[in-house]
Nanobody, 118 residues
């Protein structure tokens, strides 16, 4: 059974930093592209950052230069380093895994709250 578990969220002041972690199990991690999504109240879920199984990254314009996604295939972990946080970054953050061959359904974590106070 594929499982993604997020950790590292919480409350931080504007300008501060947080590091989210996502541990994967029940999957061959190295053949999944991974991503972080977020959903703020009343808004649609949006892609924040993605990293392919080969390490290529992409970011939403709103977080470029502030957030960094990385992965450790040996540990089956993906990380999101968030710096210079803004109140508009407040959301529930979700870890996502997408099989590179598309033959498995997407995997999602349960979500973790990030709150940035002004």
């Amino acid at each position: 059974q594929v499982q993604l578990v997020e950790s590292g969220g919480g409350l931080v002041q504007a300008g501060g930093s947080l590091r989210l972690s996502c541990g994967a199990s029940g999957m061959i991690f190295s053949i999944y592209d991974m991503g972080w999504y977020r959903q703020a109240p009343g808004k649609q879920r949006e892609l924040v950052a993605g990293i392919t199984n080969g390490g290529k990254t992409n970011y939403a314009d709103s977080v470029k230069g502030r957030f960094t996604i990385s992965r450790d295939n040996a540990k089956a972990m993906v990380y999101l380093q968030m710096n210079s946080l803004k109140p508009e970054d407040t959301a529930v953050y979700y870890c996502n895994g997408r099989h590179v061959g598309g033959v498995r359904p997407d995997a999602w974590g349960q979500g973790i709250q990030v709150t940035v106070s002004s």
